[in-house]
């Protein structure tokens, strides 16, 4: 099973600024099985990328992702009041699993 | 528009059993994906598994394995998470979530279940 971490575990910005969070994984993994998905308290989580740098419907272009072996990125260009939240990368292959998340809060 | 409605929140003892509820609409139920996804209170997402209603081909997290069952109806476009022996570990949220192939990402989620297990 390939296990996930993320980096930072808490991200603290303003709005406005950028934010770039880093998840690895275990051992290579395919990016078109990478995704991140944003939870806000009391929310499910919802879908933001897949295939590592392809935008859900309706995800604003500020979001952009990369990857390959072992790393993806997903960076917020512009933070936006609504963006403060939890965000987790998943591996979607033949077992999923989830990252632990990196929390973006207001400084 | 793609719905997945979960069965409200439930209250145990250790040692009762339970099943859990989701139903899709809006979209070919028979024709995805649908997985449950455990998030323990203040803790992040588990991925426990995913059936395929139009042939109940089912996959577990090795995690989950023997610990939960996963089921579906299709004449009622419903899936479910049944335990048959509560533990008090298993006081968490349980979201149900599509996903159009099986190794594919979580496009739509169900707004929850909160189970609370407590003697």
């Known amino acids: 099973e390939i296990v996930l971490t993320q980096s930072p575990g808490t991200l603290s910005l303003s709005p406005g600024e950028r934010a770039t969070l880093s998840c690895r994984a275990s051992q290579s993994v395919s990016s078109s099985s990478l995704a991140w998905y944003q939870q806000k308290p009391g929310q499910a989580p919802r879908l933001l990328m897949y295939?590592?740098?392809s935008r859900a419907t309706g995800i604003p272009d500020r979001f952009s992702g990369s990857g390959s072996g072992t790393d993806s990125t997903l960076t917020i260009s512009r933070l936006e009041p609504e963006d403060f939240a939890v965000y987790y990368c998943?591996?979607?292959?033949?077992?999923?699993?989830f990252g632990p998340g990196t929390k973006v809060d207001i400084k | 528009e793609v719905q997945l409605v979960q069965s409200g929140a439930e209250v145990k003892k250790p040692g009762e059993s339970l099943k859990i509820s989701c139903k899709g609409s809006?979209?070919?139920?028979?024709?995805?994906?649908i997985g449950w996804v455990r998030q323990m209170p203040g803790k992040g997402l588990e991925w426990m598994g995913i059936?395929?209603?139009?042939?109940?081909?089912?996959r577990y997290s090795p995690s989950f394995q023997g610990q939960v069952t996963i089921s579906a109806d299709k004449s009622i476009s419903t899936a479910y998470l049944q335990w048959s022996s509560l533990k008090a570990s298993d006081t968490a949220m349980y979201y149900c979530?599509?996903?159009?192939?099986?190794?594919?990402?979580?496009?739509?989620w169900g707004q929850g279940t909160l189970v609370t297990v407590s003697s």
């Open positions: 979530a599509r996903q159009t192939i099986s190794a594919a990402p979580i496009d739509y």
């Open positions: 295939g590592a740098s």
């Open positions: 059936i395929y209603p139009g042939d109940s081909d089912t």
């Open positions: 809006g979209y070919s139920f028979s024709s995805s994906w």
């Open positions: 998943q591996h979607y292959g033949s077992s999923p699993t």
